[in-house]
């Protein structure tokens, strides 16, 4: 049973940076896919950032993309989100999640496993 955990969030001022992790474990070898997503209260789930186990390839939403980076290591024991100028409504709380079906999909249906998320909360 896959189980991710992130952590890294917290409370930040504006343009400052963060760098999330996401812990994998319990059969990493069968994921195919990791993602990285947010979700601010009254919102739904936003897609941010996903990358290809198969061969390391990132891709991001245009939202965040030149301001987020996502990574991992080498064993894919865990993979980062590196986040800078960090503004108000980036608040929300901060998810990773695992597909065993899709290398890279924007769709949070497509993601089997999920973790219980992060914190992150910008302030002017």
């Known amino acids: 049973q896959v189980q991710l955990a992130e952590s890294g969030g917290g409370s930040v001022q504006v343009g400052d940076s963060l760098r999330l992790s996401c812990a994998v474990s319990?059969?990493?070898?069968?994921?195919?896919?990791v993602g990285w997503f947010r979700q601010a209260p009254g919102k739904e789930r936003e897609f941010l950032s996903g990358?290809?186990?198969?061969?390391?390839?990132?891709w991001y939403a245009d939202p965040v993309k030149g301001r987020f980076t996502i990574s991992r290591d080498n064993a894919w024991n865990t993979v980062f989100l590196q986040m800078h100028s960090l503004q108000p409504e980036d608040t929300a709380v901060y998810l990773c999640?695992?597909?065993?079906?899709?290398?890279?999909?924007?769709?949070?249906?497509?993601?089997?496993?999920w973790g219980q998320g992060t914190q992150v909360t910008v302030s002017s």
């Open positions: 999640a695992a597909s065993i079906e899709y290398m890279a999909s924007y769709r949070p249906n497509d993601y089997d496993y």
């Open positions: 319990g059969g990493a070898v069968g994921i195919r896919g």
């Open positions: 990358i290809r186990r198969s061969d390391g390839t990132p």
